[in-house]
T-cell receptor, first 122, second 106 residues
Framework: EMQLVESGGGLVQPGGSLRLSCAAS????????MHWVRQAPGKGLEWVSS????????DYADSVKGRFTISRDNSRNSLYLQMHSLKPDDTALYFC???????????????WGIGTRITVSS | DIQMTQSPSSVSASIGDRVTITCRAS??????LNWYQHKPGKAPRLLIY???ILYTGVPSRFSGGGSGTEFTLTITSLQPEDFATYYC?????????FGPGTKVDI
């Protein structure tokens, strides 16, 4: 069974940093691009960042560009999101997501973790 | 950047009803359009990818259509477990983007 398990969430002060991790199992991790998607309280889904299968290319939402860094360790079947200069608007449930096809672009999001919650507040 | 809109934002329906949700992209995205179902406290679930392909295990009462800038998700014969929020998403180009969601309730 394909599974994604996020960790690293918590309460952090504005301006602080946090690193999210996602452990993947049940599929060949380095065959697929991976994504982070978030949902703020009472809001819809928001794409945050994506990384290709090699970890050589990444994309970011304008709202996090320059503050967040996505990375992956294919030897550990793990995805990461390093977050700096956190703002109250970053408060959300963060989902780790697997892309549905192996290839040179992003296709669709077929496996989702249950999410890890981040609260940015003083 | 490609903006996604959905209509309606919410719909009240009954068991057995047919429900159609429309998603529009601000520019052509070919068929790079996916649909997800999301229930509170759960992970989102992929329903349809590439505009019209039913994902594995998804009931056949769900169907998708369209291309270019206008797309639809149709649920025929609504079931109790279908009450949820539905999102479209484009993966034609980064930044990837979701629609604002359509809540289907009783």
């Amino acid at each position: 069974e394909m599974q994604l398990v996020e960790s690293g969430g918590g309460l952090v002060q504005p301006g602080g940093s946090l690193r999210l991790s996602c452990a993947a199992s049940g599929f060949t991790f380095d065959d697929y691009a991976m994504h982070w998607v978030r949902q703020a309280p009472g809001k819809g889904l928001e794409w945050v960042s994506s990384i290709n299968w090699q970890g050589s290319y990444a994309d970011y939402a304008d709202s996090v560009k320059g503050r967040f860094t996505i990375s992956r360790d294919n030897s550990r079947n793990s995805l990461y999101l390093q977050m700096h200069s956190l703002k109250p608007d970053d408060t959300a449930l963060y989902f780790c997501v697997k892309d549905g096809e192996s290839g040179p672009r992003y296709y669709y999001m077929d496996v989702w973790g249950i999410g890890t919650r981040i609260t940015v507040s003083s | 950047d490609i903006q996604m809109t959905q209509s309606p934002s919410s719909v009240s329906a009954s068991i057995g009803d047919r429900v159609t949700i429309t998603c529009r992209a601000s520019q052509s995205i070919s068929s790079s359009l996916n649909w997800y179902q999301h229930k509170p406290g759960k992970a989102p679930r992929l329903l349809i990818y590439a505009a019209a392909i039913l994902y594995t295990g998804v009931p056949s009462r769900f169907s998708g259509g369209g291309s270019g800038t206008e797309f639809t998700l149709t649920i025929t014969s609504l079931q109790p477990e279908d009450f949820a929020t539905y999102y479209c998403q484009q993966t034609s180009s980064a930044p990837l983007s979701f629609g604002p969601g359509t809540k289907v309730d009783i």
